[in-house]
Protein backbone atom coordinates (compact mmCIF):
# COMPACT_ATOMS: atom_id res chain seq x y z
CA UNK A 1 0.00 0.00 0.00
CA UNK A 2 0.83 3.54 -0.67
CA UNK A 3 -0.75 6.39 1.15
CA UNK A 4 -0.39 9.82 -0.77
CA UNK A 5 -0.84 13.32 0.79
CA UNK A 6 -0.77 16.37 -0.83
CA UNK A 7 0.00 19.55 -0.09
CA UNK A 8 0.39 23.32 -1.20
CA UNK A 9 -2.89 24.82 -2.12
CA UNK A 10 -4.93 27.78 -1.92
CA UNK A 11 -6.14 31.06 -3.06
CA UNK A 12 -3.77 32.83 -5.45
CA UNK A 13 -4.96 35.97 -8.42
CA UNK A 14 -4.79 35.21 -11.59
CA UNK A 15 -1.08 35.17 -13.02
CA UNK A 16 0.21 34.17 -9.41
CA UNK A 17 2.30 30.72 -8.94
CA UNK A 18 1.89 27.60 -6.76
CA UNK A 19 3.63 24.54 -5.88
CA UNK A 20 1.62 21.51 -5.10
CA UNK A 21 3.54 19.15 -2.79
CA UNK A 22 2.62 15.40 -2.49
CA UNK A 23 4.61 12.69 0.05
CA UNK A 24 3.81 9.17 -0.38
CA UNK A 25 4.61 7.05 2.51
CA UNK A 26 4.63 3.14 3.11
CA UNK A 27 5.21 0.70 -0.08
CA UNK A 28 7.63 3.63 -1.47
CA UNK A 29 10.53 1.32 -2.90
CA UNK A 30 8.33 0.50 -5.55
CA UNK A 31 8.94 2.49 -8.54
CA UNK A 32 5.97 4.21 -9.69
CA UNK A 33 5.47 6.62 -11.90
CA UNK A 34 3.25 9.49 -10.36
CA UNK A 35 0.88 11.81 -11.70
CA UNK A 36 -1.72 15.23 -10.90
CA UNK A 37 -5.05 15.38 -11.72
CA UNK A 38 -7.69 17.88 -11.21
CA UNK A 39 -11.25 17.84 -10.77
CA UNK A 40 -13.53 21.46 -10.82
CA UNK A 41 -16.79 21.48 -9.50
CA UNK A 42 -19.11 19.71 -12.09
CA UNK A 43 -16.51 18.69 -14.29
CA UNK A 44 -14.94 15.38 -14.87
CA UNK A 45 -11.80 14.86 -13.10
CA UNK A 46 -9.01 15.48 -16.23
CA UNK A 47 -5.43 14.74 -16.33
CA UNK A 48 -2.87 16.94 -15.87
CA UNK A 49 0.36 15.80 -15.80
CA UNK A 50 2.63 12.56 -15.22
CA UNK A 51 6.27 11.66 -14.39
CA UNK A 52 7.97 8.38 -14.51
CA UNK A 53 10.04 6.96 -11.36
CA UNK A 54 13.51 8.30 -13.04
CA UNK A 55 12.17 11.84 -13.61
CA UNK A 56 13.64 11.38 -17.31
CA UNK A 57 9.82 11.21 -18.86
CA UNK A 58 7.19 13.88 -18.12
CA UNK A 59 3.69 14.62 -20.27
CA UNK A 60 1.40 17.15 -19.51
CA UNK A 61 -2.18 18.55 -20.52
CA UNK A 62 -2.23 20.47 -23.65
CA UNK A 63 -3.66 22.96 -21.20
CA UNK A 64 -0.76 23.37 -18.74
CA UNK A 65 1.76 22.77 -21.24
CA UNK A 66 4.74 25.81 -20.67
CA UNK A 67 2.85 27.31 -17.48
CA UNK A 68 2.90 23.83 -15.20
CA UNK A 69 6.05 22.06 -14.18
CA UNK A 70 6.18 18.00 -12.75
CA UNK A 71 9.24 17.22 -10.94
CA UNK A 72 10.05 14.64 -8.39
CA UNK A 73 12.37 14.01 -5.13
CA UNK A 74 12.83 10.32 -5.30
CA UNK A 75 15.00 10.83 -1.62
CA UNK A 76 12.11 12.37 -0.14
CA UNK A 77 9.30 10.05 -1.46
CA UNK A 78 7.65 13.33 -2.74
CA UNK A 79 6.48 15.12 -6.03
CA UNK A 80 5.86 18.26 -7.07
CA UNK A 81 3.81 20.10 -9.37
CA UNK A 82 5.15 24.30 -10.10
CA UNK A 83 1.99 25.82 -11.37
CA UNK A 84 2.86 29.50 -12.80
CA UNK A 85 0.76 31.96 -15.05
CA UNK A 86 -2.48 30.87 -13.35
CA UNK A 87 -5.63 31.58 -14.38
CA UNK A 88 -9.19 31.37 -13.11
CA UNK A 89 -9.69 28.15 -15.17
CA UNK A 90 -7.20 26.27 -12.91
CA UNK A 91 -9.51 26.65 -9.66
CA UNK A 92 -9.78 22.84 -8.88
CA UNK A 93 -9.15 20.07 -6.49
CA UNK A 94 -5.80 18.75 -7.46
CA UNK A 95 -5.18 15.03 -6.82
CA UNK A 96 -1.76 13.16 -7.30
CA UNK A 97 -1.86 9.55 -8.37
CA UNK A 98 0.65 6.48 -8.31
CA UNK A 99 0.68 4.26 -10.95
CA UNK A 100 3.15 1.19 -12.01
CA UNK A 101 4.21 3.13 -15.68
CA UNK A 102 2.80 6.19 -17.23
CA UNK A 103 0.97 4.60 -19.49
CA UNK A 104 -1.50 3.55 -16.94
CA UNK A 105 -1.45 6.66 -14.51
CA UNK A 106 -5.52 6.81 -16.29
CA UNK A 107 -6.11 3.82 -13.50
CA UNK A 108 -3.48 4.39 -11.06
CA UNK A 109 -3.79 2.18 -8.06
CA UNK A 110 -3.41 5.41 -5.56
CA UNK A 111 -4.75 8.52 -4.85
CA UNK A 112 -4.27 11.20 -2.48
CA UNK A 113 -7.32 13.36 -1.17
CA UNK A 114 -6.66 15.99 -2.84
CA UNK A 115 -5.75 19.97 -2.20
CA UNK A 116 -7.55 23.04 -3.16
CA UNK A 117 -6.64 25.26 -5.69
CA UNK A 118 -8.72 28.37 -6.24
CA UNK A 119 -7.45 31.33 -8.66
CA UNK A 120 -9.26 34.59 -8.31
CA UNK A 121 -9.65 37.09 -11.42
Known amino acids: QVQLVESGGGLVQAGGSLRLSCAAS????????MGWFRQAPVKEREFVAV????????SYADSVKGRFTISRDNAKNTVYLQMNSLKPEDTAVYYC??????????????WGQGTQVTVSS
Open 97 to 110: AAAPTIGTIQEANY
Open 26 to 33: GRTNSRYA
Open 51 to 58: ITWSGGTT
